[in-house]
C-alpha cells in the first residue's frame, strides 16, 4: 500500500539525494579543481617492445 506517509518519505529522500549530489558537484572542493599528485615512476615495461 502507497500512503501518504510513504509519499511524503519519497518525496524528502528524493529532494534530499538531489540536493546532496547538486552540492557535492558545485563545491570548490570538488574533484575537478584538486588535482590529485601522481608519483612518476619508472616503467618496468615498454610498450613499443610489443
Do not use: R, W
Request: charged share 10%; aromatic share 12%; net charge negative.
Amino acid at each position: 500500500m502507497f500512503t501518504a506517509y510513504h509519499a511524503i518519505m519519497f518525496a524528502v529522500l528524493l529532494i534530499g539525494g538531489a540536493g546532496v549530489i547538486f552540492q557535492a558537484s558545485s563545491g570548490d572542493d570538488s574533484l575537478a579543481n584538486n588535482l590529485i599528485p601522481v608519483k612518476a615512476t619508472e616503467a618496468k615495461f615498454d610498450l613499443n617492445t610489443y
